[in-house]
Antibody, heavy 118, light 108 residues
Framework: EVQLLESGGGLIQPGGSLRLSCAASGFTFSSYAMSWVRQVPGKGLEWVSTISGGGGTSYYADSVKGRFTISRDNSKNTLYVQMNSLRAEDTAIYYC???????????WGQGTMVTVSS | SYVLTQPPSVSVAPGQTARITCGGNNIGSKSVHWYQQKPGQAPVLVVYDDSDRPSGIPERFSGSSSGNTATLTISRVEAGDEADYYCQVWDSSSDHWVFGGGTKLTVL
């Protein structure tokens, strides 16, 4: 069964750092680009970042560029996002998602909540 | 940056057809993808590349795209189709993945 399982969310103070992880199973992880998508509870979806299957290319939304770093460890089938200089507006559910043909998100994790508050 | 516009809400009676639109500049030249999200759950891909369905998605879900509008059509709507629906494209000019604001489908 194809599965994505996020972890690492929690309560963090403004200006702090947090690293989220996403463990993948049931597919050849290194063959697919992976992404992070976030959602403020009750609001819409916002794409955050994408990394290529080999890890050599990454893309970021303007709202997180320079503060977030996406990475992956294909030997561990795990996707990461390092979030620095966190702001209140980064508060959201963070989903990891597998990319189909580099354009559509065909598999999603259950999400992990990040709350940035003092 | 590329913008996708969806109506905030659509209402339909059971058994009828729901049409959810997604507007964008020359969206017909892009591949459009649609997601269903029920409360408390992660989104689910229901249509990709304008009109293809992933395995397990009922044939009642279909999509089309032309000009400045893409449409998700849900035929023979059921109570279980009540959810938020999001359109999405990949904007090649910016290498950004873009979502519409979402449409809440209410089954009357």
């Amino acid at each position: 069964e194809v599965q994505l399982l996020e972890s690492g969310g929690g309560l963090i103070q403004p200006g702090g750092s947090l690293r989220l992880s996403c463990a993948a199973s049931g597919f050849t992880f290194s063959s697919y680009a992976m992404s992070w998508v976030r959602q403020v509870p009750g609001k819409g979806l916002e794409w955050v970042s994408t990394i290529s299957g080999g890890g050599g290319t990454s893309y970021y939304a303007d709202s997180v560029k320079g503060r977030f770093t996406i990475s992956r460890d294909n030997s561990k089938n795990t996707l990461y996002v390092q979030m620095n200089s966190l702001r209140a507006e980064d508060t959201a559910i963070y989903y990891c998602a597998k990319l189909l043909l580099m354009v559509a998100f065909d598999i999603w994790g259950q999400g992990t909540m990040v709350t940035v508050s003092s | 940056s590329y913008v996708l516009t969806q109506p905030p809400s659509v209402s339909v009676a059971p058994g009828q057809t729901a049409r959810i639109t997604c507007g964008g500049n020359n969206i017909g030249s892009k591949s459009v993808h649609w997601y269903q999200q029920k409360p408390g759950q992660a989104p689910v891909l229901v249509v990709y590349d304008d009109s293809d369905r992933p395995s397990g998605i009922p044939e009642r879900f279909s999509g089309s795209s032309s000009g400045n509008t893409a449409t998700l059509t849900i035929s023979r709507v059921e109570a279980g189709d009540e959810a938020d629906y999001y359109c999405q494209v990949w904007d090649s000019s910016s290498d950004h993945w873009v979502f519409g604001g979402g449409t809440k489908l209410t089954v009357l």
